[in-house]
């Protein structure tokens, strides 16, 4: 099996990417309702509110990421056919991304116009930072795989990791924004290998 192949497949099973779109819409709406029509305060708090949306959106599909698949077995498949546990990490990180965050820099548009935030700044800033997200989730996924309230456990994992992204992203660094999603992507797919692996013995 091939690897774009791996990550088509992995789309499949993350379907759903209009949930984070109208997850990230329904944040934005609430923040401008709860703060009212004061603009420069709506401005101050609207790229932070922005940037956590984003990070919860990230982890809506973290539940069944790694999960179902080693629990119906597709995981032990896969590896018995020779291809490496990193390998499909890698997919599923590619996947996971995919599943996500097109949709998420669509809403960052609405989103952002709602809360009058820097929509062009935002959008860049996100399609940066959330390879970073969507690694840190393919982390958790993996540590909690097969654990009970495993997406519970997941958010709590990767909520303190990804302070570093948010204050990154909400501060309109983009250079520290890319070295962080590089540094992540890198790391992910070997990290959540080594948990999986952990986890068998």
């Not at 077995?73 to 490496?84: E, K």
Request: no cysteine.
């Amino acid at each position: 099996m091939s690897f774009w192949r791996l990550v088509l497949r992995g789309v499949d099973i993350g379907a759903g990417g209009l949930i984070p779109l109208v997850f990230f819409v329904m944040v934005a709406s609430m923040t401008a309702f709860a703060i009212g029509p004061d603009a420069a305060l709506l401005q101050r708090v609207g790229a932070g509110s922005l940037w956590v949306a984003a990070l919860l959106a990230a982890l809506l599909p973290v539940g069944t990421l790694i999960a179902e698949d080693v629990a119906d077995g597709t995981m032990d498949q896969l590896r018995v056919r020779g291809i490496a546990v990193e390998t499909i990490m890698a997919a599923r990180l590619a996947a996971h991304w995919l599943g996500f965050a097109p949709a998420l820099l669509v809403a960052a548009v609405i989103g952002g116009a709602m809360l009058g935030a820097d929509v062009p700044a935002l959008v860049t800033g996100l399609a940066l930072g959330t390879p970073a997200l969507a690694g840190l989730g393919l982390v958790a996924a993996a540590l909690v795989a097969g654990a009970r309230g495993g997406p519970a456990l997941a958010g709590l994992i990767v909520l303190p990791l990804a302070l570093p992204v948010l204050i990154f992203g909400s501060a309109g660094d983009l250079r520290l924004l890319a070295a962080a999603s590089l540094v992540v992507t890198a790391i992910a797919p070997f990290a959540a290998a080594a948990a999986l692996r952990q986890g068998d013995g």
